[in-house]
């Protein structure tokens, strides 16, 4: 009976690491948001000394679905547009896509591709205050290119229930 009761024991061991294994790979598939504070410290104003302030601070970071920008502004002195490309590149608020004149402003970035942002206050554009994200879906897919939503965390799904039968299977 002796031979049994090992065999059994390393069943519900091989169980146990089935479960945490299948958890893990469910906890490490969930995309995290990330907040950015446009300008960093220097918060959304027009830049004193770099016209390009905004476009040197988003190069060197990745944005995906669901990040969340946060323009840190005093509200009656500026305020931040969502617009197209056009009306970006020509500062005009002719395609105003979003407008938030309460500062500190939370974007999320619900789509992928290019995204344009303004201060419409007279002369803040042209002088520097706008910024321009690339979005990308979070899954290292092209930016524009949605894979099929929620493909990834599906086939995770899909495997933790395996798991998780496998182990109710073993148990019983």
């Not at 979005?135 to 995770?156: E, I, K, N, Y």
């Amino acid at each position: 009976m002796q031979p049994y009761t090992n065999m059994a024991t390393q069943m519900n061991m091989a169980t146990v690491v089935l479960v945490l294994a299948s958890t893990l790979t469910l906890l490490r598939s969930t995309d995290a948001t990330t907040t950015y504070t446009v300008g960093d410290s220097f918060g959304w104003q027009i830049p004193t000394s770099n016209p390009n302030l905004y476009g040197d601070w988003a190069d060197n970071k990745t944005f995906v679905v669901d990040d969340v920008l946060v323009f840190n502004f005093t509200t009656g002195q500026h305020n931040v547009l969502e617009l197209t490309e056009p009306g970006y590149d020509a500062c005009t608020t002719s395609d105003t896509i979003l407008t938030e004149n309460k500062g500190p402003a939370r974007i999320t970035l619900k789509t992928t591709g290019e995204h344009y942002f303004i201060c419409a206050y007279l002369g803040h554009c042209s002088a520097g205050q706008k910024l321009k994200v690339d979005v990308r879906d979070g899954r290292g897919d092209t930016p524009g290119f949605l894979s099929p939503p929620g493909a990834a965390s599906s086939l995770v799904a899909t495997m933790s229930l395996v798991f998780m039968f496998i182990t109710f299977a073993l148990l019983c």
